[in-house]
């Protein structure tokens, strides 16, 4: 049987490890290559990057954070954050990512998801989608969930199946650094208009929210500050989750 | 030893290149290459392969004299090849992602898409799923039955001769998930992303 996957995200900046609390205010707190070995070692299923480096100069630093930490752990990396073109997904792909999430260059052109699924095969593609509520359902943001787009969540993830993505990583905005759980409705309307695995993110502060993310369909859960600040280890989460009856590789 | 990595272009295999480098250390001569020289005076082969089945047939077709060398090295010499993922698929005589694609027919059979059921289940097959070992196979010696494997894919191999399966994994039905042809030995899931028990799998091949 399919496991649910556990996925700790680590924010890098700078090639640095950072956790933002609604994505401002940021901490520094550590070498994303030892954390992420340390993850590895605990038993997750899977690790992401989520680099937030701002300036262009030192974009380059997360290429040599992945190379670096691919040569250490061998569970899926998933790296995501300023990924523009198809060239900078071959060259994270190069570095040793498994699999790269676009956000912004998704929504500004489609192309990028098409050309990249084609190019790589969509297993490595992945779709980060930034929603918050609105009157009418779910707005999807970019830039960080900075600017506004219009653009109706929902309609967005089933054109992002379509064009190739071949799993999406969901974001409430709302949620994101509360500590008080996933957007339950937003991951279930999502989970079930797609066929492709859903990933749900933003929110989570106690085990039961991970429990209630699996539940509203989602294929993984994704969580940074109770992993980053040791509320939680990745095998509590796993023993927990396996202690409600929901499948986890142990 | 030498054992070769083959770069054929066929997507992203440095996880591939790095979990090899991680086992075979000193060991063993580890190449990258799709000179057909080096391949032919490997000792090993490993035929990696992401992305669609129809575009890493291509991109093997692409390198003049590659499909010669592989049989030659595989099914003349019979010398221990290892086929991940989309590498394994081509064993098949025929493909049908994207379009109709002859394979390499080394193990006669078919590569179709996994039955979703009507969308009860996702699609790729993406996680961690057991795998159900049927047969010894030297590629799993010291690994468990029922061990967690890393799974991405949307096709599935279907052999015709069902005695060259090793394992299947349980998603929507029963995938066949590794095969045992005397020298060529294939698996669905990677290995190279599936921590402990991968690389135990990779040393076992390695040390074949």
């Known amino acids: 049987m399919l496991k649910n996957r556990i996925i700790p995200c680590l924010d890098v900046k700078n090639g640095r490890v950072v956790k933002g609390i609604n994505f401002v205010d940021l901490q520094d707190a550590g070498d994303p290559v030892e954390q992420a070995k340390i993850y590895s070692d605990g038993g997750a299923d899977e690790i992401c990057f989520l680099d937030i480096t701002a300036s262009n100069e030192n974009r380059d630093t997360i290429y040599e954070v992945v190379e670096k930490t691919s040569k250490k752990c061998f569970v899926p990396l998933t790296v995501g954050g300023g990924v523009r073109s198809v060239d900078d ?28 699924s084609r190019k790589f095969g969509s297993q490595c593609i992945v779709v980060a989608i930034d929603a918050k509520r609105n009157e009418g359902g779910w707005e999807i943001f970019t830039h960080g969930g900075r600017n506004p787009t219009g653009i109706n969540a929902l ?8 064009c190739g993505a071949g799993e999406l990583l969901v974001t409430s905005m709302d949620k994101d650094g509360t500590q008080s759980g996933y957007d339950i409705k937003l991951m279930k309307k999502i989970s079930s208009s797609v066929n492709i695995p859903v990933i749900a993110s933003g929110g989570v502060g ?41 499948p986890v590789r142990i | 030893m030498n054992v ?16 090899f480098k991680e086992v075979a250390k000193d060991k063993v001569n580890l190449d990258v290459t799709s000179n057909l020289n080096k391949i032919k005076l490997s000792d090993k082969v490993v035929l990696p392969g992401q ?11 692409k390198i003049n004299g590659l499909e010669e060398t592989l049989n030659e090295f595989a099914i003349t010499h019979k010398k221990p090849l290892l086929g991940i993922c989309v590498g394994l698929q081509m064993f ?32 790729p097959h993406i996680g961690w799923n057991q795998i159900n070992i049927i047969k010894e196979s030297k590629i799993f010696k010291n690994i468990e039955n029922n061990s967690h494997m890393y799974f991405v894919h949307s096709y599935e191999f279907i052999p015709k001769d069902t005695n060259v399966i ?9 995938i066949v998930c590794s095969v045992e042809k005397e020298n060529i030995f294939g698996t669905q899931f990677h290995p190279e992303k599936s921590d402990k028990f991968g690389l135990k799998i990779i040393d076992n091949f390695i040390s074949l």
């Open chain 1, 206 to 246: 106690t085990l039961d929210h991970l429990v209630d993310g699996i539940k509203s369909g989602a294929s993984a859960v994704l969580a940074a500050s109770i992993f980053h600040y040791g509320t939680y280890s990745i095998n509590d989460a796993k023993q927990y989750l396996a202690s409600k009856d929901i």
């Open chain 1, 155 to 162: 309609e967005f993830a089933s054109k992002m199946e379509k």
């Open chain 1, 89 to 116: 997904i071959n060259k994270l792909l190069n570095c040793g990512a498994d699999k790269v999430s676009i956000n912004t260059a998704a929504v500004q052109n489609v192309k990028v998801v098409e050309d990249s």
């Open chain 2, 166 to 174: 090793s394992a299947t994994t349980d998603y929507s039905s029963n």
């Open chain 2, 4 to 19: 070769t990595i083959v770069d054929y272009n066929s997507g992203n295999i440095s996880s591939v290149i790095n979990s």
């Open chain 2, 51 to 61: 992305g669609s089945f129809k575009s890493c047939v291509e991109a093997l077709n």
């Open chain 2, 92 to 123: 098949a005589d025929i493909g049908y992602e994207e379009t109709e694609t002859k394979g390499l027919g080394w193990i006669s059979g078919k590569v179709s898409k996994i039955d979703n059921q009507n969308g009860k289940y996702k699609l």
